[in-house]
């Protein structure tokens, strides 16, 4: 029967099922029909979540403690008083030191101020990938796009001789090549054993939307006159993972075949309103507990819609410079907005953690392209933050990048024709 369970934590779903993997040390998986056959499992989550208030109320009668008040609103907004808030006891304890050092080192305004493009925040993980990660930098135009390609030492892999992976450097559309253009290429190339070609596209504030995607489909047009569009990934952090689904959105638009399968990391294909992030409850609550600030003041309620025009009033529009003047319901911009785009991606791999400002945006994404029948799977690792697999010495890192190369390596070619 639809979702019949076959195995500890996973249930079997039909053509265009979406699986949801909550990351960390000792994973376990969940797959979820698109079907929506899945009225056993929400049917758990209710025992479950009536379980935990029960409990709650358990423990204060135990300790005689009682937490204090939260307020909430008749609009259902909540005020919650200051508190607390460990790191996650899921963790490995490389995973635990991290964050700790994370959240100390971005209270430092120095270390985000971009050095020959690579943030000391990010330098010394990016030393440490150039001493694990052994592959040959080829520095080149494609499409008239500036391009590194990257390719293992060890030699490609056979059933990866033809095949290609397109990285879209994260950085917020203002910066951060060649560093972060690195970070995401250079354990992929080498543990995957795949050539990859990081695209220099052009970015803000110099650039706004959409520069950046007509720069990956110039590069994109090239790259199908050696290989078949099959054959051909995209994937990108943060920025890179938003100009991922826009690029698919472009494609779409512009009569460009879709490539084999996409990764969206660090993102979702939303585009928050009012100036910040990707939207959802995670600008107010994954934000403070992963980047050590508080969120920004709620939206104003956008602004009347000026007939004829392209963007939005200044209350919709995206605090990055870049998509400045770019219409957050344009799916050009955020295909979420509109399921006939969106419906018709290719295989996608999401990853996102717990204390992403974007795993909102990551989860709705998700959850939309499994209402659509689009093969798509999330995974969400448990205490890590926007970006968090930069750091290669940390085994939630290691689980991310053997996420991302068995992906592709399964998604890519004829097999899921």
């Not at 935990?52 to 259902?76: I, K, R, S, T, Y």
């Not at 943060?238 to 993102?267: D, E, I, K, N, Y």
């Not at 785009?341 to 953690?353: D, E, M, Q, R, S």
């Amino acid at each position: 029967m639809p979702g019949a369970v076959t195995a500890p934590g996973k249930i079997k779903g039909k053509k265009g099922e979406a699986m949801v993997k909550i990351g960390g040390r000792g994973r376990y998986g969940v797959r979820v029909g698109a079907d929506g056959a899945s009225g056993f499992w929400r049917g758990v989550w209710l025992q479950l979540a009536i379980g935990a208030l029960f409990w709650a109320a358990e423990a204060v009668a135990q300790d005689g403690h009682m937490p204090p008040p939260l307020a909430v609103d008749n609009d259902g907004t909540v005020h919650v008083p200051a508190m607390s808030v460990p790191v996650s006891s899921y963790l490995s304890p490389e995973g635990k030191a991290y964050l700790a050092e994370h959240l100390k080192q971005v209270q430092r305004p120095e270390m985000l101020v971009q050095v020959n493009g690579v943030p000391p925040l990010l330098a010394g993980y990016l030393e440490r990938q150039r001493a694990l990660f052994a592959v040959e930098r080829e520095d080149t135009n494609i499409g008239g796009v500036h391009a590194y390609i990257y390719t293992p030492k060890e030699g490609i892999a056979g059933s990866n001789k033809k095949r290609v992976l397109i990285d879209l450097h994260g950085g917020g559309f203002s910066g951060c090549w060649p560093g972060c253009a690195e970070l995401e290429s250079l354990p992929i190339a080498a543990l995957g054993r795949i050539r990859v070609v990081s695209l220099d596209y052009r970015e803000g504030p110099k650039y706004q939307f959409p520069a950046a995607s007509e720069d990956v489909a110039a590069a994109y047009r090239e790259l199908l006159k050696s290989y078949r569009a099959q054959d051909i990934g995209i994937y990108g952090c943060s920025a890179g993972g938003m100009l991922t689904g826009m690029s698919v959105a472009w494609f779409q638009r512009h009569g460009l075949p879709v490539p084999g399968a996409v990764g969206m990391f660090c993102a979702g294909a939303t585009l928050g309103e009012g100036g910040f992030g990707f939207g959802g409850d995670a600008t107010y609550t994954a934000l403070p507990l992963g980047e050590g600030r508080a969120p920004p003041p709620a939206a104003a309620p956008p602004a009347p819609a000026t007939p004829g025009a392209t963007g939005g009033g200044a209350a919709k529009r995206s605090g990055l410079g870049y998509l400045a003047n770019a219409d957050p319901h344009d799916p050009l911009v955020a295909p979420a907005a509109s399921a006939e785009v969106l419906g018709k991606f290719p295989p996608t791999l999401i990853i996102t953690g717990t204390r992403g400002f974007e795993v909102s945006s990551a989860l709705y994404t998700h959850s939309q392209m499994v209402r659509l029948g689009v093969d798509a799977e999330l995974h969400v690792w448990e205490g890590m933050f926007h970006g968090f697999f930069y750091n290669p010495d940390v085994p939630e890192s290691r689980d991310c990048y053997d996420v991302i190369v068995k992906f592709f390596a399964r998604h890519l070619g004829d097999a899921h024709r």
